[in-house]
């Protein structure tokens, strides 16, 4: 009681005079001493152009706060915009108590898929691109948060796809070759990878050995094409999915290959195979063969709200 006394006296004395972090300082004393409308008030006068980490720190007090009179949706509305700036935030606070701890994972779990996808949009653009340095720190950043996800059992059927793409394209990325691919010549065995997806959503692969598709008629729909990318999508499960048989020779040409391999494949409504892509090359006979057997796999379709759709499944290809 005499710290909060002595944090109101020195507020209504001299508050011109208090900077950001003496009212920081003061809001926590009233939030320890229980004056959690007071303590609202204090961190209500701290000047917008506050120090980021007071900034960060004031904005935690606030849920705090807010959370203690029992104006959980507020509470949660301060919660969700720190992780959204911040999505692996971890509370520093001595004042964050288990049940704060519990209200912020809970947001945490409910945003965290939304903003991997977000990173790993971002991440998708600049590969297309060929701007590997741009696409690293999303991607690191998405599989950091892929590994926080599960760690906080957030259930997402989409998400142990996504692992699988961030992961691989972080390899290509850090390989030396690959560092290398925007300034190396295009072979004639390599697909030319697609433009960068409009508004976020994924570019149908065009096959390396075919001319590109002609445009629909008009009138005609075209599918929609979804991806990991997409939420409230369950990805096509593998029915028959088996690589080819590769002679001796070839196994030694895959067992020599220093980098790995990446595949798109657009898979129907039906389950076939009805695209296919090499987006990194490991050796032309053996992407050859790869691709004919690609058009013989079968899937159980990706799901939407209980309907199939179209979807295209991007395969790490390991020698």
Same mark, same amino acid.
């Given at each position: 009681?005499?710290?909060?006394?002595?944090a109101?006296?020195?507020?209504?004395?001299a508050p011109?005079?208090?900077?950001?972090?003496?009212?920081?300082?003061?809001?926590?004393?009233?939030?320890?001493?229980a004056a959690y409308?007071?303590a609202?008030?204090?961190?209500s006068?701290?000047?917008?152009s506050?120090a980021p980490?007071v900034?960060?720190?004031?904005?935690?007090?606030?849920?705090?706060?807010?959370?203690?009179l029992?104006?959980?949706?507020?509470?949660?509305?301060?919660?969700?915009?720190?992780?959204?700036?911040?999505?692996l935030?971890?509370?520093? #606070?001595?004042?964050?108590?288990?049940r704060?701890?519990s209200m912020?994972?809970?947001v945490?779990?409910?945003?965290?898929?939304?903003?991997?996808?977000?990173?790993?949009?971002?991440?998708r653009?600049?590969?297309?691109?060929?701007s590997?340095?741009?696409a690293?720190?999303?991607?690191?950043?998405?599989?950091?948060m892929?590994?926080?996800?599960?760690?906080?059992?957030v259930?997402?059927?989409?998400l142990s796809?996504?692992?699988?793409?961030v992961d691989?394209f972080?390899?290509l990325?850090?390989?030396? #070759?690959?560092?290398k691919l925007?300034?190396?010549?295009?072979v !004639?065995?390599?697909?030319v990878?697609?433009?960068?997806?409009?508004?976020?959503?994924?570019a149908?692969?065009?096959?390396?050995? #075919?001319?590109?598709?002609?445009?629909p008629?008009?009138g005609?729909?075209v599918?929609?094409?979804?991806?990991?990318a997409d939420?409230?999508v #369950?990805?096509?499960v593998?029915?028959?999915q088996?690589?080819?048989?590769?002679t001796?020779?070839?196994?030694?040409?895959a067992?020599a290959?220093?980098?790995?391999?990446m595949?798109?494949?657009?898979?129907?409504e039906?389950?076939?195979?009805?695209d296919?892509?090499i987006?990194?090359?490991?050796? !032309?006979?053996?992407?050859?063969?790869?691709?004919r057997?690609?058009?013989?796999?079968?899937?159980r379709?990706?799901?939407?709200?209980?309907?199939?759709?179209?979807?295209?499944?991007?395969?790490l290809?390991v020698p």
């Amino acid at each position: 009681m005499r710290t909060t006394i002595i944090a109101a006296m020195l507020l209504f004395a001299a508050p011109a005079g208090l900077g950001s972090q003496d009212l920081l300082n003061a809001a926590r004393d009233q939030y320890a001493s229980a004056a959690y409308e007071d303590a609202l008030s204090t961190l209500s006068r701290m000047d917008a152009s506050v120090a980021p980490d007071v900034a960060r720190q004031a904005e935690e007090y606030r849920a705090f706060c807010l959370y203690a009179l029992g104006r959980t949706g507020e509470a949660e509305s301060v919660a969700e915009s720190l992780i959204r700036r911040e999505p692996l935030l971890q509370l520093e #606070a001595a004042d964050a108590s288990p049940r704060l701890e519990s209200m912020f994972t809970d947001v945490r779990r409910r945003l965290l898929p939304s903003l991997i996808r977000e990173r790993y949009r971002v991440a998708r653009a600049a590969v297309d691109r060929k701007s590997f340095d741009a696409a690293e720190a999303p991607l690191t950043e998405a599989h950091r948060m892929i590994a926080e996800a599960d760690r906080i059992g957030v259930k997402d059927d989409g998400l142990s796809d996504l692992n699988v793409l961030v992961d691989g394209f972080l390899q290509l990325i850090r390989s030396n #070759a690959d560092q290398k691919l925007a300034a190396q010549p295009v072979v !004639a065995a390599a697909a030319v990878p697609p433009s960068a997806p409009a508004a976020g959503r994924p570019a149908i692969p065009q096959r390396a050995d #075919a001319p590109p598709a002609a445009a629909p008629a008009a009138g005609a729909i075209v599918p929609r094409v979804y991806s990991a990318a997409d939420e409230g999508v #369950a990805p096509p499960v593998a029915i028959e999915q088996r690589m080819p048989a590769m002679t001796t020779e070839m196994q030694q040409v895959a067992r020599a290959v220093k980098t790995r391999g990446m595949m798109d494949l657009v898979i129907d409504e039906s389950g076939r195979v009805v695209d296919v892509n090499i987006r990194q090359s490991l050796n !032309a006979t053996i992407d050859a063969l790869i691709v004919r057997s690609a058009r013989t796999w079968r899937y159980r379709p990706a799901m939407k709200d209980g309907t199939p759709v179209r979807y295209l499944k991007t395969l790490l290809l390991v020698p």
